[in-house]
């Protein structure tokens, strides 16, 4: 599927970011192993065709320094360019705190702020903004690129059909350049070949090449 969605995105002039987690315990949901030639060889494979490659923490890593830097340097140390973006695990956030250990990791931006239940405008903003830390009274270097809409937003969550996603996903767009700005829109590759999600691959397709 991998091969297939890097070629949607570059017949539509479209950059993508494919975000991957670090190494972590196997008894850990999403487990997969960082250093199998498989996820090396995808890696590559993204790097060569010009798309991004971000971070990913793990459920418990948005409050724990500890996990947090883990995590993320094992991703660093097999990925063949630069990991400078990416977002939380189920969108778990804690702020400043998860704020602070990006920023104090080096990295350039985060993608984390969207409703879980609800797609929309979380940040009251289609653009990417510079962080404020409300607790050290000072502006990061970090960057926050709003989240606009999710795959299992509309489809747990919000229980649309595929046909509602389309409309509520066209909708956003509309007001998106409306003002300007970058529409980001999370889906998960685990939301392609299952039979639950057959359906839906005409929503992320129309989507992608509208």
């Not at 502006?139 to 299992?152: G, H, Q, S, T, Y």
């Not at 685990?190 to 639950?196: E, K, M, Q, R, Y």
Request: charged share 25%; proline share 5%; net charge negative.
């Amino acid at each position: 599927m991998f091969d297939e969605w890097l070629d949607l995105f570059e017949r539509n002039n479209l950059h993508a970011q494919f975000n991957f987690m670090g190494e972590r315990h196997r008894s850990s949901d999403c487990w997969y192993p960082i250093r199998h030639p498989f996820v090396n060889k995808l890696m590559t494979k993204i790097a060569v065709r010009g798309h991004g490659i971000g971070f990913h923490p793990s459920y418990e890593a948005f409050e724990s320094h500890e996990v947090f830097n883990l995590e993320l340097e094992s991703l660093r140390q097999v990925s063949p360019i630069e990991i400078t973006s990416g977002r939380q695990h189920y969108l778990r956030f804690s702020a400043p705190k998860t704020w602070q250990m990006w920023e104090a990791a080096g990295l350039q931006e985060d993608s984390t702020l969207g409703y879980p239940e609800g797609e929309g405008f979380r940040c009251g903003i289609c653009h990417d903004f510079p962080v404020f830390d409300t607790k050290q009274r000072k502006m990061l270097n970090l960057r926050e690129k709003p989240l606009i809409a999710m795959d299992v937003t509309l489809a747990l969550y919000r229980r649309y059909t595929p046909e509602q996603s389309a409309e509520h996903l066209l909708q956003l767009r509309r007001t998106v350049e409306k003002y300007g700005g970058d529409f980001t829109l999370l889906w998960h590759n685990s939301s392609w070949n299952a039979p639950f999600w057959e359906d839906w691959k005409a929503v992320f397709l129309g989507f992608i090449a509208s």
